[in-house]
């Protein structure tokens, strides 16, 4: 998966997805829920660590997760090419140094079976080029990224 692709991902988000496979911006794949009625349904590995979002009711894609480092056995992690500046990143340090303070943040969350997360940090992106998107970026234990999450800010739902 390359740079083009993703950036293109994220661009789209509030699209419907009939619209986005009609224009082929995303592979013509069936939806998938995780479970009988969660309210919302996964692209599920377009790519290796790549998963887009969509609330159910609407279908409308609403977020979209990069998986750089997989904390749960079976989850499969991206290796291609970021957009700048998130391929210069790696660390919660790094992304505070590149963004500032975040608009949301979350600690270290300690969860049953000895299960620690590394908390989050959202902010919003440029929103002359990214309308109504933001940015949040999931830690492991050791604050390396773990995860990116583009998604939407205002949805109209919970």
Known sequence: MGVVTIERWIKHLGWLYKDLIFHGIIPDLP???????????????????????????????????????STVEGTTEYKGELPKPFALLASKAEVRAAFGMPMESQGLTKLPLDTVLGGFDTYSLDQINFPNLKISFQYTSSMQIKTLVFSLINRGHP
């Open 31 to 69: 939806l998938t829920e995780l479970y009988n009625g969660r309210d919302w349904l996964s692209l599920k590995k377009p790519g290796d660590g790549l998963e887009l979002s969509f609330w159910a009711e609407t279908r409308r894609y609403e977020r979209f997760f990069i998986t750089l480092n």
